[in-house]
């Protein structure tokens, strides 16, 4: 149709069309064939990331246990501030390795697989709890529930 109206298409482009839909399909063919052989590599690495993730939540609830019992909630502590401060330190850390399961995940899985994939992230709620009644020294049932340990220094 375009050699009616004058135009010249070189003999290259002709061939070049004639081929590129075989290159693709065998392109696609390939792509197939690099899932499949990626596929358990990629669970191998969800499981290990999932033995890390519950190894950093059971340490957070450790710490969190370990957090209710700290002397610096109780009011006649000599040194609260140096308690604080050591508090603060080890919540530091935790939030540290929170931020670097999070940017393994998403650099496993991409951007959008890690939203996917989000639900194996650590939980934020104990660390921004304790952060909250650390920032508030607050004595309150919601962060500093054990009674008894916070009237001892």
Known sequence: MLRNYGVVIPEESLVQLQELPEKWANTKRLSVTAKQQVAPLQSM???KLKRKINEFEARQVEFR??????RFHA?????PY???A??????DTLEVEMKTLQVIIEGIFGVIEGIIF????PSLYFIR???LCLKSKCLSSVCCSNAAKRSRC
């Not at 050591?86 to 919540?91: H, L, M, S």
């Not at 989000?118 to 992230?121: D, I, P, S, T």
């Open 45 to 47: 690495e969800v499981g």
């Open 65 to 70: 246990k370990s957090f209710q019992g700290m």
């Open 75 to 79: 009011f006649k502590c000599q040194r």
């Open 82 to 84: 140096e308690l604080l």
């Open 86 to 91: 050591e508090a603060n330190k080890k919540i």
């Open 118 to 121: 989000y639900w194996l992230g």
């Open 129 to 131: 709890t304790l952060r």
